[in-house]
């Protein structure tokens, strides 16, 4: 037996063809409707937010520039956690990276529900647009 041969073995195995002829089951449905919920609540909250910007540009909490900001950093977070958190989803699995994602998402949006200015709600949007972007990559 040739030194490395196992190994070449093992790299040989096309494990995507091997996970496409298992059988679906429960756990199957159960993971894509996870999934389906997150990329739910995912486009909801981008959608959400021009309602939540016209309703604190009413009240006089914020300006349109401040709006314009708080629109910006959303997207410019969504592009970082797209790239940032798609790398780290090859490097350390989907599973783990999608659960990281969720907690970022989460907590900021429970941090962004506490916010005191528009400011620091901005802030938020930043760190929940990094959730964002990642979900969709990692979804």
């Known amino acids: 037996m ?3 041969s ?6 040989g195995v096309n494990a995507g063809a091997w996970l496409d002829r298992l059988p679906i089951c429960a756990f199957h449905w159960r993971i ?3 999934i389906g919920a997150g990329m739910f609540l995912d486009a909801f909250d981008i959608y959400l937010a ?4 016209a309703a604190v540009l009413k009240e006089g909490w914020s300006t349109l520039q401040l709006n314009a900001t708080f629109v910006s950093v959303t997207f410019i977070g969504m592009t970082l956690g797209a790239w940032f958190l ?3 989803g090859d490097r350390f699995g989907r599973r783990f990276t999608y659960q990281a994602n969720l907690a ?3 907590l900021a949006s ?8 528009m400011t ?13 972007g990642a979900e969709i990559v990692v979804g």
């Open 120 to 132: 620091v709600l901005i802030a938020c949007r930043f760190v929940i647009g990094l959730g964002l």
């Open 86 to 88: 798609g790398i780290l």
């Open 6 to 11: 196992a190994n070449s073995q093992v790299t």
């Open 104 to 106: 970022i998402f989460g």
């Open 50 to 53: 021009a309602g939540v910007l």
């Open 110 to 117: 429970i941090a962004a529900a506490l916010a005191p200015s």
């Open 32 to 34: 894509l409707a996870l």
């Open 2 to 4: 040739q030194a490395g």
